[in-house]
């Protein structure tokens, strides 16, 4: 089973700086690596797919990167409204399973 | 405006059983794959179950194998999740997911979760 790692746990960051989150993998994935935020009381969004593709209506401040064993996820400049908990996810072909990263929380510094 | 809105979550005891349904609408159902993916309180996301659209492949977690059954009724647009034998650690929200979004691998569309209970 694949087991994702997220870091760091917790982001403490000021509007308008730059985001960078980690999500290391145990072992190679394929290239079904995604992005998702989500809020207190809410459903995650998703943010990224296949590592690096934005969602729709996704805005261009939030890119993805990364192949194999680690992969970034990086909000140029944050907006009030991005504090929030980001989770990687990964689909592995066998055994057939999604696995979720433990989750970044981002806050306002 | 496409949707998903589940139903069925409850307070059950130990060993009981729960059904949840999840109502898909603004988009075609039968043509995309469905999972179900559950928070504990204050906990992340875990996955539970994939069905593929015509329900001819379906995948568990291995917490939930054998206890927990998903289906889908194309012609009712609508998800289930039979959960039997429940436990105390299956107390979460249980949200049903759309596989898509420009990937099978990534989940696009959410709804809003229902809450299961499984205390005595």
């Known amino acids: 089973e694949i087991v994702l790692t997220q870091s760091p746990a917790t982001l403490s960051l000021s509007p308008g700086e730059r985001a960078t989150l980690s999500c290391r993998a145990s072992?190679?994935?394929?290239?079904?690596l995604a992005w998702y935020q989500q809020k207190p009381g809410q459903a995650p969004r998703l943010l990224i797919y296949d590592a690096s593709n934005r969602a729709t209506g996704i805005p261009a401040r939030f890119s993805g990167s990364g192949s194999g064993t680690d992969f970034t996820l990086t909000i140029s400049s944050l907006e009030p409204e991005d504090f929030a908990v980001y989770y990687c996810?990964?689909?592995?072909?066998?055994?057939?399973?999604?696995?979720f990263g433990q989750g970044t929380k981002l806050e306002i510094k | 405006e496409v949707q998903l809105v589940e139903s069925g979550g409850g307070l059950v005891q130990p060993g009981g059983s729960l059904r949840l349904s999840c109502a898909a609408s603004?988009?075609?159902?039968?043509?995309?794959?469905m999972n179900w993916v559950r928070q504990a309180p204050g906990k992340g996301l875990e996955w539970v179950s994939y069905i593929s659209s015509s329900s001819s492949t379906i995948y568990y977690a291995d917490s939930v194998k054998g206890r927990f059954t998903i289906s889908r009724d194309n012609a009712k647009n609508s998800l289930y999740l039979q959960m039997n034998s429940l436990r105390a650690e299956d107390t979460a929200v249980y949200y049903c997911?759309?596989?898509?979004?420009?990937?099978?691998?990534?989940?696009?569309?959410w709804g809003q979760g229902t809450m299961v209970t499984v205390s005595s």
């Open positions: 072992q190679s994935v394929s290239s079904y």
């Open positions: 996810q990964q689909r592995s072909n066998w055994p057939p399973a999604y696995t």
């Open positions: 603004g988009f075609t159902f039968s043509s995309y794959s």
């Open positions: 997911a759309r596989a898509g979004g420009g990937s099978p691998g990534a989940f696009d569309i």
